[in-house]
C-alpha cells in the first residue's frame, strides 16, 4: 500500500503537483487555483476590450446577453471561429495575435459571462420617472415600442404614423396604441450584417404614399452573395403594392457585412443611398467602376441626374456623389445650409463624420485614423492630397450608427446640433459644430440605454431611437 501511495505521489510530483497531506496545505492549494483563475480572467478581460469590444459593446454583459449565437457557443465552436474568424462575416482571425491558450483564456471568459447572465434576472428597462438634464434642458424617455429585436430605422409621417424596420425583415406601423405590420417586402438576406434596414417617407407621402427601403439583396441565382438594393412602392392597407427594386449595387459579394444602406432626401429631392465596401477595402472604395464604398445620389425613381460628379466620366458609375467611404452607417441632411453629413464605422479606431461633397473622395483605406481590428496597422497615412479629412474622429471608436441633425423647436439648446448612436458604449452621443464644420463641443447622453442603431427626428418634432438587445424604441421628451 506505501508503495501505491508514493507511486501516485512521483506520478503526481512528475504533473508540477506538490502537497502535504493537511487541510492548511490543501487551502493553500485552492487559493492559488483561484488567484490563477481570477489572474487569467483579467488578462482575458484585457483581451476582450482589445480584440472584442471595437464591434461587440464595451462590457462582455452586452455581447452575451443574445439568444442566437451564429458560430455556436461551446468552447470548441467558439474557440475556432476566435482563432480562424469568419471572414465572410468581417471576423479576423485573433490567432495571428494571440496564441491557442490566450484564446481559451478569452472563449472562458465568454463562457463565463454566458453563465452569469443565466442565473441573473436581466432588465434594461427605463424608469420613466428619471429626469437627464442637458444644457439646461429637462427631458425624460417614453417607452414607444419593443416587439422589434433590432429596430434598425424609424421615420415617421405628418399623420402621426411610426414606421419601423426590424432587420430580420420585417416593417411595422404604429399608430395611438397599435401595432400593424406591413406587408409586401422584398426578401432579404438576413446574416451577419445584413437584413431589412432604413426606411424613409417621399417627400410628398402625404400624397403619393410611396415608402423606401434599404436592404441586403440575395443573388437571384446564388443566395451567397448578396448586395445593398433599395426598395420602392406605394403602402395601401397596411401593404406595399407596386413594389421593385430601384437601386441595386454592383457587384453582388459573398460576405456579410458593411452594407451602408442609409438613405435620405435633400431640399431638392434628390435621394442619397450611402453604401458600404462589403468588407473589400482593397476592391472597391476607392475606384468608381463600382457601386461600393460610395455614396449615390439618385431621381425619387431611381434614375441618374446627368449632373452628378461622375456622369460622363468614362466607366464611372453615373450615380455615385462620393467615394472612399468604408462603412456609412449614419446620413443626415441640414436643410437651412443644404449640407449633408454621415457617420462610418472606422476600423479599430477611427469613426468618422464627414461633411459629404460632391466628387469628394474621403480616403478609405488609403488613409484612416484606424488600425485593423487584430492590432496591425493599415496604413501609416492620415492625410494624402485630394482626400478629405473627417470633420470628427473618434478613437478609440464608439461604434457610431445612427444620425439625425436637430431641427425641432422642442430641443431650443440642441438645434443645429447633430446626434449619433452608439453601439459599443451604450449611449447617444451629441456633437455641436461651429458654421466651419468646426467641432466645438460634444456630450454623452443616455448612459448604458443599449446599443443604439437608428435616430429620427419625427414629423412630430420629437426625437425616437431605437436600441437591441433588447429591442426596444424610445421617445425624448422635454419635461
Not at 482571425?93 to 481559451?104: L, M, P, R, W
Not at 432626401?265 to 450611402?274: I, M
Not at 447633430?418 to 454623452?444: A, M, P
Request: charged residues 25%; negative net charge.
Amino acid at each position: 500500500m506505501k508503495k501505491i501511495i508514493s507511486t501516485f505521489c512521483a506520478i503526481l510530483l512528475l504533473l508540477g503537483v506538490s502537497f502535504t497531506w493537511n487541510k492548511c496545505s490543501m487551502s493553500s492549494f485552492n487559493k492559488t487555483k483561484a488567484s490563477v483563475f481570477e489572474e487569467n480572467m483579467g488578462e482575458a478581460e484585457k483581451y476582450y476590450g482589445n480584440y472584442c469590444a471595437s464591434c461587440h459593446g464595451k462590457q462582455v454583459k452586452e455581447f452575451v446577453d443574445r439568444e442566437k449565437w451564429v458560430y455556436g457557443s461551446t468552447r470548441i465552436e467558439m474557440f475556432d471561429v476566435v482563432k480562424n474568424g469568419a471572414e465572410e462575416d468581417g471576423m479576423p482571425a485573433y490567432g495571428e495575435v494571440i496564441s491557442d491558450k490566450q484564446v481559451y483564456e478569452l472563449v472562458d471568459y465568454i463562457l463565463a459571462a454566458i453563465e452569469d447572465k443565466k442565473s441573473e434576472e436581466f432588465n434594461s428597462g427605463v424608469n420613466e420617472d428619471v429626469v437627464f438634464v442637458s444644457e439646461g434642458m429637462q427631458l425624460k424617455l417614453e417607452l414607444v415600442a419593443e416587439n422589434a429585436d433590432s429596430p434598425w430605422a424609424i421615420t415617421q409621417s405628418n399623420d402621426g404614423r411610426l414606421f419601423y424596420t426590424d432587420k430580420s425583415g420585417k416593417l411595422f406601423a404604429k399608430q395611438s396604441d397599435v401595432i400593424q405590420e406591413i406587408t409586401g417586402l422584398p426578401p432579404v438576406k438576413y446574416k451577419g450584417q445584413g437584413g431589412l434596414m432604413d426606411v424613409i417617407l417621399h417627400p410628398d407621402f402625404q400624397n403619393n404614399q410611396r415608402m423606401y427601403l434599404s436592404y441586403s439583396k440575395p443573388k437571384p441565382d446564388d443566395d451567397g452573395y448578396a448586395t445593398t438594393a433599395v426598395f420602392s412602392g406605394v403602402l395601401e392597407n397596411n401593404e406595399i403594392v407596386n413594389g421593385k427594386d430601384i437601386f441595386v449595387a454592383e457587384p453582388y459579394v459573398n460576405t456579410n457585412h458593411h452594407y451602408g444602406c442609409r438613405m435620405i432626401f435633400d431640399n431638392d429631392g434628390f435621394l442619397f443611398v450611402a453604401v458600404g465596401e462589403r468588407g473589400r477595402r482593397d476592391d472597391h472604395p476607392q475606384f468608381l467602376d463600382n457601386d461600393l464604398g460610395k455614396i449615390h445620389r439618385l431621381h425619387d425613381d431611381g434614375t441618374v441626374p446627368v449632373d452628378n460628379p461622375f456622369y460622363n466620366t468614362p466607366e464611372a458609375r453615373k450615380s455615385i456623389y462620393s467615394y472612399g467611404h468604408r462603412n456609412p452607417q449614419g446620413l443626415c441632411y441640414n436643410p437651412v445650409t443644404d449640407k449633408i453629413y454621415d457617420n462610418e464605422h472606422g476600423p479599430k479606431g477611427g469613426d468618422e463624420v464627414n461633411l459629404v461633397e460632391a466628387g469628394k473622395n474621403y480616403g478609405w483605406p488609403i488613409i484612416t485614423y484606424g488600425i485593423n481590428y487584430i492590432g496591425t496597422k493599415i496604413t501609416d497615412l492620415t492625410h494624402q492630397e485630394g482626400m478629405e479629412q473627417p470633420i470628427r474622429y473618434w478613437v478609440p471608436s464608439i461604434a457610431t450608427c445612427g444620425m439625425e441633425f436637430v431641427t425641432s423647436d422642442k430641443y431650443p439648446a440642441w438645434k443645429g446640433n447633430t446626434l449619433s448612436g452608439s453601439l459599443k458604449f451604450n449611449y447617444l452621443h451629441r456633437d455641436v459644430f461651429d458654421e466651419n464644420d468646426q467641432l466645438i463641443k460634444q456630450e454623452k447622453l443616455f448612459p448604458n440605454i443599449g446599443r443604439m442603431r437608428s435616430i429620427e427626428q419625427g414629423a412630430d418634432g420629437f426625437i425616437y431611437f431605437g436600441v437591441e438587445e433588447p429591442g426596444r424604441i424610445y421617445r425624448i421628451v422635454p419635461v
